[in-house]
């Protein structure tokens, strides 16, 4: 399973962009990258999922480098409910052994 | 259901006591997998279920820890002679496939062992 290496934390105002970058340089051919938020008191919750390029969906968007070695969850205009973990994950078809790390902790400042 | 279910929401137990976690996946997901959560840190898997077929038990962590899914639908996971580390959130997750669209996990069950 690929290891991925994202910040511990950020910090950012409500109503700008975030982008967390996270780094997994020992990506396989068929991984897929997937990032999960997480509330305290709640389970993961799927954010959105990509192979290469870019992919955006109605809550982020998500860049991924030709060489695929990183990726950058940008969420935009963030308001004081994103504040959360942040979890980038790195597994192929049939890797169902996710490998959580502890994640980027978010938090959204008035 | 709309989502997964996982119950109880908290469970307190004495050391050494067997407790029962017990896990609802969405309608028609095939796959169910169950991860431990301790405090600040990362999920640890645990073990996954996939159809009909053997389960993958490879990230249990001792042999008190064990699992079941019955009908494919529903998951228990039991832990027997419960130890304080053992306290921790247990998380269950389903998807369609093999989670290549992303799991849906359940809120969880907060097990503390006094």
């Known amino acids: 399973l690929a290891k991925t290496t994202q910040p511990i934390s950020m910090d950012s105002y409500e109503g700008q962009e975030v982008n967390i970058t996270c780094s997994h340089n020992?990506?396989?051919?068929?991984?897929?990258i997937t990032w999960y938020q997480q509330f305290p008191s709640q389970g993961p919750r799927f954010i959105i999922q990509?192979?290469?390029t870019k992919v955006t969906n109605e809550v982020a968007s998500l860049f991924i480098p030709a060489d695929r070695k990183s990726s950058t969850l940008s969420l935009p205009r963030v308001s004081l409910s994103d504040t959360a973990v942040y979890y980038c994950l790195v597994g192929g078809a049939g890797s169902y052994q996710l490998t959580f790390g502890k994640g980027t902790k978010l938090s959204v400042i008035p | 259901g709309a989502g997964v279910s996982q119950s109880p929401s908290n469970k307190v137990t004495e050391k050494g006591k067997d407790v029962e976690l017990r896990c609802d996946p969405i309608?028609?997901?095939?796959?169910l997998y169950w991860y431990r959560q301790s405090l600040g840190q990362g999920l640890e898997f645990l073990i996954y279920?996939?159809?009909?077929?053997?389960?993958?038990k490879s990230g249990l962590p001792s042999d008190r820890f064990s699992a079941e899914r019955t009908g494919g639908s529903v998951s228990t996971l039991t832990i027997q002679r419960t130890q304080q580390e053992d306290s921790a959130v247990y998380l269950c997750a389903s998807s369609n496939k093999q989670g290549q669209y992303g799991y849906t996990f359940g809120s969880g069950t907060r097990l503390t062992v006094v």
């Open positions: 020992n990506i396989a051919t068929n991984d897929y």
């Open positions: 309608s028609g997901h095939t796959a």
């Open positions: 279920f996939q159809g009909n077929s053997a389960p993958d």
């Open positions: 990509g192979y290469k």
